[in-house]
């Protein structure tokens, strides 16, 4: 999802706002304060002096940075499913399900009636006597607990049934049978499930879509329809089974499993869909069809539906009865979502992904954008264009873009920006340059947690801190001024001075308020990824970062994955970093705390770590004619406890002034006491 900034930018002394809202606020163009980043390794490591004091032993002065202990991954290490390495290990195993569902739209009624069976694959060393199935349309039942307000009185979802291996089960307390409590059913089985084997599960039910909820909906004759359907639970090596509440705010976590859909919806209506297209003659217009085969062949935007082409017997085909079915596939994905909508215009290009894994041949994959005709004013005109550029751009940065599609749909205001397989909804106001940064960041998204399916639940950074990592990348690479990463760290030293700061490692639905929650889930992540390129250099981070990718891919990471595997793609043990930033609210202060020149050429530098962060030092000293010299004073100098620590710096004959982190690639909580003379 999406995390609109705050409108508070913490410049003027004001405390955090409730500015980090999910709808409708105005999101302020990004400023352009200071310049990006520098993209250079850190400097050649100085020696300190003093040394360090000897009496204490390495492995204690370490251990107030060592990684907290946690019992049910070290017990997935002995069982041999995951590594100290980083890589799954050699019994890992995963939960997997087909799907084949139908649903029918009724546009007057606002409900959804569905069916469907799910192959369900017990991969696992154990006897499951039930499986729990998400049935996050509950979260509009009136007795549901929630986070996030949301029009109670619609109801839920309604099972009309619920069968295993042909046999109807009923809701019941005892034996065989299914109980739903708020968005989660348990189903208890007739027989246990045992490893290696699989069962079939039948479903009927309906639900109201809820006008406007949050991340889909309704609106006007435009419909998102996200989490529509009966979902498996996520049953995984470490946690067991991932069954908390979907209370609105914390986002999800999901398997990975085929789709073969069946989605009527009346004729006329445009159907955007996560997914392969499977009956494109029976749905669409020849002259639609013709205009999609000119997108595919590559080349500028192509207008598919235009402003006069919509409707049964333009866009589509006419329909039996009224009513058109759209059939959609896919394969090896989390979700299936889709939109549908009699007002969409249709735009369609191709986005170039590179060299795909088993091929030798660049290849492309289609971009598709639904939007309403009021949605232009919104830059919607241009989000196909923008779309195709995130692809190719993280295509090249991460790996290449797997997915037949990438769809961007206009949709109900609440989406703000939201994730889903092949598909982002984006709704509420934006212009042209906003439209860009959102689509950047739900692109991002496709990368993780799409194919790199981590638990948005519990670890959100692993997700959104990714997203907005990548989304400064996205846009650097289109408005080099435009300094994301600068608003990013902002943010996030903004919460820090005021007090406001929740640590990266709480389970989502435990933050104080969603501007803790924004802080911990995307600022701070981003921001501490662009620091750790201070440490081990961009290039290493991100190699770290496809490394993971590979590893991961299409598989459940949990944090010491990714933690493992950038200590052994850099080299380095870096939990000390992973410690300070992920578990703790621990400040970064480094202050000069006094200088003396030892001659004419050489300082004597006194640095303070005021904060409880340890961090390397990044000296920089500057000479009247613009010379510059660097000295990274390396962190280990502050694993012993010590707050001061002096160290010898050659500097330029004409020094005139000495800086710590001149380009802010730490985000120190305090600028004021970094350079010497003081301004
Ligand atoms: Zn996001």
């Given at each position: 999802m999406h995390q609109r900034r705050p409108l508070t930018r913490f410049r003027s002394g004001l405390a955090l706002l409730g500015g980090l809202s999910w709808a409708a606020c105005s999101t302020a163009p990004a400023s352009s304060v200071a310049g990006p980043v520098p993209r250079s390794a850190p400097a050649a490591p100085a020696t300190p002096?003093?040394?360090?004091?000897?009496?204490?032993?390495r492995a204690e002065s370490t251990r107030a940075y060592a990684l907290p202990t946690w019992a049910p991954f070290d017990t997935a290490i002995v069982r041999g499913t995951r590594t100290r390495t980083g890589e799954p290990g050699p019994a890992y195993w995963q939960q997997r399900a087909e799907y084949h569902l139908e649903a029918e739209l009724n546009q007057v009624s606002k409900r959804l009636n569905g069916r469907g069976t799910i192959t369900y694959h017990n991969n696992s060393p154990d006897t499951l006597p039930t499986i729990y199935i998400q049935a996050y349309g509950n979260l509009f039942a009136p007795e549901a607990k929630r986070n996030t307000p949301v029009l109670?009185?619609?109801g839920g979802i309604i099972f009309t049934k619920v069968a295993v291996e042909g046999r109807a089960l009923d809701s019941s307390a005892l034996g065989a049978g299914w109980t739903v409590t708020g968005t989660v059913m348990a189903l208890r089985l007739p027989k246990p499930l045992l490893p290696g084997t699989s069962v079939e599960l039948e479903f009927g039910w309906n639900l109201r879509i809820p006008p406007d909820g949050p991340r889909g909906g309704q609106d006007r004759e435009t419909?998102?329809?996200?989490?529509?359907y009966p979902q498996v639970a996520v049953y995984d090596?470490?946690?067991?089974?991932?069954?908390?509440?979907?209370?609105?705010n914390a986002e999800f976590y999901m398997g990975y499993g085929d789709y073969d859909v069946a989605l009527t919806v009346p004729e006329g209506w445009l159907v955007g869909s996560t997914g392969t297209l499977q009956n494109p003659e029976e749905v669409l217009s020849d002259s639609t069809r013709a205009r999609l085969a000119r997108a595919h062949a590559g080349g500028s935007v192509v207008s598919i539906v235009p402003d006069n082409g919509r409707g049964a017997g333009k866009a589509t085909q006419k329909g039996k009865d009224g009513k058109l079915t759209w059939r959609f596939k896919a394969e090896n994905v989390r979700d299936v979502t889709w939109a549908t909508s009699n007002l969409y215009l249709w735009d369609a290009t191709t986005a170039a992904v590179g060299v795909r894994e088993g091929s030798s041949v660049p290849d492309t994959t289609m971009i598709y954008s639904f939007y309403r005709t009021d949605a232009r004013r919104s830059g919607w005109g241009e989000s196909a264009t923008y779309a195709s550029r995130a692809i190719t751009i993280f295509s090249k940065v991460l790996w290449p873009y797997p997915y037949p599609h990438m769809t961007v749909v206009d949709g109900?205001?609440?989406?703000?920006g939201m994730e889903y397989p092949m598909m982002t909804c984006i709704g509420g106001d934006w212009n042209e340059r906003t439209l860009l940064d959102v689509e950047a960041h739900e692109i991002a998204h496709m990368w993780f947690p799409m194919q790199v399916g981590s638990d948005e639940k519990r670890y959100a950074w692993m997700d959104e801190g990714m997203a907005q990592y990548f989304q400064s990348i996205a846009i650097d690479a289109q408005f080099?001024?435009?300094d994301d990463v600068g608003e990013n760290r902002r943010n996030y030293v903004g919460a820090v001075r005021y007090g406001k700061e929740t640590e990266m490692m709480r389970y989502g639905d435990k933050y104080p308020d969603y501007n803790a929650y924004g802080i911990a889930s995307y600022f701070k992540p981003a921001t501490v990824l662009v620091a750790l390129g201070g440490v081990i250099s961009d290039s290493t981070v991100l190699r770290g970062i496809r490394e993971y990718g590979k590893r991961w891919n299409g598989r459940h990471p949990m944090p010491n994955d990714f933690w493992n595997t950038m200590n052994e793609v850099s080299g380095q043990d870096l939990d000390w970093f992973w410690r300070t930033w992920y578990y703790e609210t621990w400040k970064l202060d480094q202050a000069i705390d006094g200088v003396v020149r030892a001659n004419s050429d050489t300082l004597v530098i006194t640095v303070e770590n005021k904060g409880r962060a340890p961090m390397p030092v990044l000296l920089v000293a500057r000479g009247a004619s613009g010379d510059t010299t660097n000295l990274t004073v390396p962190v280990d100098v502050w694993f012993q406890g010590e707050k001061k620590v002096a160290v010898r710096m050659a500097v330029p004959q004409d020094f005139t002034r000495l800086e710590i982190d001149p380009t802010q690639r730490f985000p120190d909580a305090d600028r004021s006491n970094q350079s010497w003379p003081q301004r």
């Amino acid at each position: 999802m999406h995390q609109r900034r705050p409108l508070t930018r913490f410049r003027s002394g004001l405390a955090l706002l409730g500015g980090l809202s999910w709808a409708a606020c105005s999101t302020a163009p990004a400023s352009s304060v200071a310049g990006p980043v520098p993209r250079s390794a850190p400097a050649a490591p100085a020696t300190p002096t003093p040394p360090p004091k000897a009496a204490q032993t390495r492995a204690e002065s370490t251990r107030a940075y060592a990684l907290p202990t946690w019992a049910p991954f070290d017990t997935a290490i002995v069982r041999g499913t995951r590594t100290r390495t980083g890589e799954p290990g050699p019994a890992y195993w995963q939960q997997r399900a087909e799907y084949h569902l139908e649903a029918e739209l009724n546009q007057v009624s606002k409900r959804l009636n569905g069916r469907g069976t799910i192959t369900y694959h017990n991969n696992s060393p154990d006897t499951l006597p039930t499986i729990y199935i998400q049935a996050y349309g509950n979260l509009f039942a009136p007795e549901a607990k929630r986070n996030t307000p949301v029009l109670a009185t619609l109801g839920g979802i309604i099972f009309t049934k619920v069968a295993v291996e042909g046999r109807a089960l009923d809701s019941s307390a005892l034996g065989a049978g299914w109980t739903v409590t708020g968005t989660v059913m348990a189903l208890r089985l007739p027989k246990p499930l045992l490893p290696g084997t699989s069962v079939e599960l039948e479903f009927g039910w309906n639900l109201r879509i809820p006008p406007d909820g949050p991340r889909g909906g309704q609106d006007r004759e435009t419909y998102v329809l996200s989490y529509w359907y009966p979902q498996v639970a996520v049953y995984d090596d470490v946690n067991g089974w991932q069954i908390d509440q979907y209370l609105g705010n914390a986002e999800f976590y999901m398997g990975y499993g085929d789709y073969d859909v069946a989605l009527t919806v009346p004729e006329g209506w445009l159907v955007g869909s996560t997914g392969t297209l499977q009956n494109p003659e029976e749905v669409l217009s020849d002259s639609t069809r013709a205009r999609l085969a000119r997108a595919h062949a590559g080349g500028s935007v192509v207008s598919i539906v235009p402003d006069n082409g919509r409707g049964a017997g333009k866009a589509t085909q006419k329909g039996k009865d009224g009513k058109l079915t759209w059939r959609f596939k896919a394969e090896n994905v989390r979700d299936v979502t889709w939109a549908t909508s009699n007002l969409y215009l249709w735009d369609a290009t191709t986005a170039a992904v590179g060299v795909r894994e088993g091929s030798s041949v660049p290849d492309t994959t289609m971009i598709y954008s639904f939007y309403r005709t009021d949605a232009r004013r919104s830059g919607w005109g241009e989000s196909a264009t923008y779309a195709s550029r995130a692809i190719t751009i993280f295509s090249k940065v991460l790996w290449p873009y797997p997915y037949p599609h990438m769809t961007v749909v206009d949709g109900p205001s609440s989406c703000g920006g939201m994730e889903y397989p092949m598909m982002t909804c984006i709704g509420g106001d934006w212009n042209e340059r906003t439209l860009l940064d959102v689509e950047a960041h739900e692109i991002a998204h496709m990368w993780f947690p799409m194919q790199v399916g981590s638990d948005e639940k519990r670890y959100a950074w692993m997700d959104e801190g990714m997203a907005q990592y990548f989304q400064s990348i996205a846009i650097d690479a289109q408005f080099p001024d435009a300094d994301d990463v600068g608003e990013n760290r902002r943010n996030y030293v903004g919460a820090v001075r005021y007090g406001k700061e929740t640590e990266m490692m709480r389970y989502g639905d435990k933050y104080p308020d969603y501007n803790a929650y924004g802080i911990a889930s995307y600022f701070k992540p981003a921001t501490v990824l662009v620091a750790l390129g201070g440490v081990i250099s961009d290039s290493t981070v991100l190699r770290g970062i496809r490394e993971y990718g590979k590893r991961w891919n299409g598989r459940h990471p949990m944090p010491n994955d990714f933690w493992n595997t950038m200590n052994e793609v850099s080299g380095q043990d870096l939990d000390w970093f992973w410690r300070t930033w992920y578990y703790e609210t621990w400040k970064l202060d480094q202050a000069i705390d006094g200088v003396v020149r030892a001659n004419s050429d050489t300082l004597v530098i006194t640095v303070e770590n005021k904060g409880r962060a340890p961090m390397p030092v990044l000296l920089v000293a500057r000479g009247a004619s613009g010379d510059t010299t660097n000295l990274t004073v390396p962190v280990d100098v502050w694993f012993q406890g010590e707050k001061k620590v002096a160290v010898r710096m050659a500097v330029p004959q004409d020094f005139t002034r000495l800086e710590i982190d001149p380009t802010q690639r730490f985000p120190d909580a305090d600028r004021s006491n970094q350079s010497w003379p003081q301004r």
